[in-house]
């Protein structure tokens, strides 16, 4: 049974960081592209970034370029999310997810498997 559990969510300041982690486990995670996806309240969800199977290839939404970073550790099973100079419009649930494929994930892409999310909610 594959699973994903993120962790590391909360509340901070515009300006602030948080960083997110997702543990997956039930799965050969080198197998799988890993991406992570936010919904905010009222929106659809938003594909925010993604990393290949070994992690050489990134990519990001526009509106995080620059602010967040994506890795994984395919040793420990788990991929981060480190969130830098948040803003109030980064308030979301913050979803990790997880696709077998050879591409970087991105924009687009349907993912098989999904965690529960965790909230970020960054105040003004």
């Known amino acids: 049974q594959v699973q994903l559990v993120e962790s590391g969510g909360g509340l901070v300041q515009a300006g602030g960081s948080l960083r997110l982690s997702c543990a997956a486990s039930g799965l050969t995670f080198s197998s799988y592209g890993m991406g992570w996806i936010r919904q905010a309240p009222g929106k659809e969800r938003e594909f925010v970034a993604g990393i290949s199977r070994i992690g050489g ?8 370029k620059g602010r967040f970073t994506i890795s994984r550790d395919n040793d420990g099973n788990t991929v981060a999310l480190q969130m830098n100079v948040l803003k109030p419009e980064d308030t979301a649930i913050y979803y990790c ?17 999904w965690g529960q999310g965790t909230q970020v909610t960054v105040s003004s």
């Not at 997810?97 to 498997?113: K, S, W």
């Open 97 to 113: 997810a997880a696709v077998r494929t050879l591409a970087t994930p991105t924009l687009g892409t349907v993912f098989d498997y």
């Open 57 to 64: 290839s990134t990519r990001y939404a526009d509106s995080v």
